[in-house]
């Protein structure tokens, strides 16, 4: 089993900054991939961003140039800078982690972006 900590998010106002961070925990598991999904209302759940065991990063074409997806590797953790944020980022931020075929998903974190 694999356990996943949420940090960040928050209400800010249109062109500000934030920072969410993930940590996953556990015991004997090797991540494939790690990162970001979020869902407005309405809205199907899409990839923010997301960096893969072998070293690519993805990121949804919503976020390129604003988010920036970083990794401590040691200590399972992710971190999504959001800059430059805008009212349609607002969303449940929700962490993922994929080992083997199993998807594992944080606690949602609500991000509001005000205009």
């Known amino acids: 089993q694999v356990q996943l900590v949420k940090s960040g998010g928050g209400l800010v106002q249109a062109g500000e900054s934030l920072r969410l961070s993930c940590s996953a925990s556990g015991s004997g598991f090797s991540i494939y991939s790690m990162g970001w999904y979020r869902q407005a209302p309405g809205k199907q759940r899409e990839l923010v961003a997301a960096?893969?065991?072998?070293?690519?990063?993805n990121y949804g074409d919503s976020v390129k140039g604003r988010f920036t997806i970083s990794r401590d590797n040691p200590k399972n953790t992710v971190y999504l800078q959001m800059n430059s944020l805008k009212p349609e980022d607002t969303a449940v931020y929700y962490c993922?982690?994929?080992?083997?075929?199993?998807?594992?998903w944080g606690q949602g974190t609500q991000v509001t972006v005000s205009s």
């Open positions: 960096w893969t065991r072998g070293g690519s990063t």
């Open positions: 993922n982690a994929r080992v083997l075929i199993v998807d594992y």
